[in-house]
């Protein structure tokens, strides 16, 4: 069965809970599940380089049958070999195809040339994308709410802060209506102007200031959308908000709200320890739905 030369179509950047797609191809697992792969999609798989939103939930239907999804992965492929969620490349990489891995248990009845229906669990995938909009919103609060302790210039975010999340962040996790963001300040942070010394005694007034923003931006109910360059799951996708100083983007392929007004609060909590010679800092989001 031959690989596919180009990019899955997904439709979830856009909210999509169903799609009917036909089966490309389908590639037995040494743990003996299946990947089927399709030509399009609204399931929105882990990618193994930055695993922060787990994979939906739900199941394909092909005439009287179920296939349970059992777990989604971004795969890839230059035309030789299939790479399940072990992608030597990343994402977007030209002279490669990326496709969404739809692992069922038994794949028996399927064949290339199938249709295939596409249904996702909508709860999960609401609560999803609430913790990943929270994520989101909390990153440019942090950043603004740190902006004082920075002494030297770099980067900014999309609002013109010192873009600490991007400089600093480890790791980071989207629950189901929340997110859990790790932050490693060490040498190099400090060498960059950030004062480490100064965040403990400030750790409080800190997350006060970035609840004070969320609070702001979650009551102005502003539409959230996603900015995408084409429907391949390896292009280059955004997440837009507008906030009530103007809109601002950050990169990402996940799921999210489409309004502010979805939520009725944002709420961060902010923890600090200490960690092989520097500070970690974690901050706990947790997205209240309206």
């Known amino acids: 069965m031959s690989l596919p030369s180009i990019d899955t179509a997904v439709t979830y950047p856009d909210g999509d809970l169903t799609s009917t797609g036909v089966v490309v191809h389908l590639e037995p697992l040494a743990d003996g599940r299946t990947a089927v792969l399709l030509d399009r999609t609204a399931f929105h798989p882990v990618d193994p380089v930055w695993p922060d939103q787990p994979a939906d939930a739900g199941e394909l239907v092909s005439g009287d049958r179920t296939y349970p999804i059992v777990d989604a992965v971004v795969g890839a492929t230059d035309g030789s070999v299939l790479h399940v969620g072990d992608a030597p490349v990343r994402t977007g990489t030209d002279g490669w195809a990326f496709v969404v ?100 005694p400030r750790l409080d007034e800190v997350a006060a200031r970035a609840s004070e923003l969320l609070a702001g931006w979650v009551a102005s109910g502003g539409a959230v959308s996603i900015v995408r360059e084409a429907s ?15 809109a601002v983007e950050i990169p990402c392929g996940g799921t999210h709200l489409r309004s502010l007004g979805e939520l009725a609060g944002v709420t961060v909590r902010l923890d600090l320890a200490d960690a092989d010679g520097a500070l970690v800092l974690t901050m706990h989001t947790t997205a209240e739905r309206a």
Do not use: M
């Not at 740190?146 to 600093?168: S, T, Y």
């Not at 391949?232 to 103007?246: I, Q, S, T, Y």
């Open 101 to 200: 891995c739809h692992l069922v248990d038994d794949a028996t009845g399927l064949a290339e040339g199938t249709s295939v229906a596409v249904t996702v669990d909508a709860s999960r995938r609401q609560a999803l994308s609430a913790g990943h909009t929270a994520c989101h919103l909390a990153s440019l609060a942090l950043n603004e709410a740190l902006a004082g302790l920075w002494a030297k210039e770099v980067v900014l975010d999309g609002r013109g802060n010192p873009n600490f999340d991007q400089l600093a962040i480890v790791s980071s996790r989207i629950l189901e209506g929340g997110s859990i963001d790790e932050y490693r300040i060490g040498k190099s942070l400090r060498k960059k102007g950030f004062a480490a010394a100064e965040l403990g």
């Open 232 to 246: 391949g799951l390896g292009d280059r996708r955004h997440w837009r908000a507008e906030l009530p100083e103007g």
